[in-house]
């Protein structure tokens, strides 16, 4: 005679885990920029929304934002107090070293420099 348990969701299924890593976003192909957080440094990707607006997130803090450009995450985007640009922008680091391991970085430029 085949023993039947009872089957109810134990505590561990019907709990979510505390960071869902991937949530709907699964479903989107997110493309990498040469750009990085202002707030962590992290590599910042780009999707297109389906009405064709940029959102644009962090791969390491998840942080989003939406925008027209990159700057409204990347370090491109960073103002001084009083609103002036400043002067820092993502470039791509063409030879990682142990110190600087990150593919993009930010770094100061001069005036002229500045787009
Ligand atoms: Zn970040
Ligand atoms: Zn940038």
């Given at each position: 005679m085949p023993s039947t348990l009872p089957i109810t969701p134990t505590e561990k299924t019907r709990q979510r885990p505390e960071k869902a890593p991937l949530r709907a976003d699964s479903e989107f192909v997110w493309s990498l920029t040469s750009h990085c957080c202002?707030?962590?440094f992290g590599r910042i990707l780009v999707r297109e929304t389906?009405?064709?607006r940029k959102v644009y997130?962090?791969?390491c803090c998840e942080?989003?934002?939406?925008?027209h450009s990159e700057k409204?995450?990347?370090c491109c985007g960073l103002k001084l107090k009083t609103g002036v640009d400043a002067?820092?922008?993502c470039v791509v680091n063409e030879d990682p070293?142990?110190?600087f391991p990150a593919r993009v970085i930010a770094r100061q430029v001069d005036h002229?420099?500045?787009k």
């Open positions: 202002r707030i962590c389906f009405d064709r997130r962090c791969s942080t989003e934002a939406e925008g409204a995450l990347c002067g820092v922008r070293t142990p110190e002229h420099e500045r």
